[in-house]
């Protein structure tokens, strides 16, 4: 599992942007200009980037992982990524695409699609983010299957940048305490992030 740094930013790129010839450099300029750690920049692309050139795709990845950036393959599971090419790919991160989540809980179909999804990403030595998330039976299922990490409705659907802070300050961990979700304190559900943690 890769190591987590205290907070991260994702920005999602597109397949136009990493084909840039100047995007790398764009990157660290603003970095640099910010002030913020490569590390806590999470870079969000595609499969469908690997479609046209897929040699040129893994020499721009390789590019930005140079940097120290981190790199997180958005929606994945509905785009062409095989196996192999996921050996080759420097990434860090998994998402698993909203697909996979639907009806998690009540379909055994969807349970064993995710669950492979999850193995796999633990024996490529990935960190998983299960996108998409709805419902409390849901994430209880992720969590049951492994995925420590969740995005979606269920947790907050999206506030203005100001919030944020806000948001960060009234946010409450969720934990598993003898099997169950415990919570210290209640929180307003609209404003509470959540994170689905294995027990330590």
Known sequence: MIDEPAFTVSVNVSPRQLR?????????????KAGLPPSHLTLEITESFMVDDPE?????????????VRISMDDFGTG???LASLQDLPLDILKIDKLFVDHIAEDPRRTAFAQAIIRMGKTLGLGLIAEGVETADQAE???????????????SRPVPADEIQRMLHASHAMRI???????AVPADRRTRL???????
Do not use: N
């Open 141 to 155: 299922r992720l969590q049951s299957l492994g995925c420590r990490f969740a995005q979606g409705f269920y947790f």
């Open 20 to 32: 840039d010839p100047s995007f790398v450099t764009e990157v660290w300029r603003i970095l640099t």
């Open 80 to 82: 062409y990524s095989s």
């Open 194 to 200: 959540r994170v689905l943690e294995e027990t330590a």
């Open 56 to 68: 040129s795709a893994r020499a721009r990845l390789r590019e930005l992982k140079a940097l120290g």
């Open 177 to 183: 305490a003898g099997g169950r979700w415990a919570e």
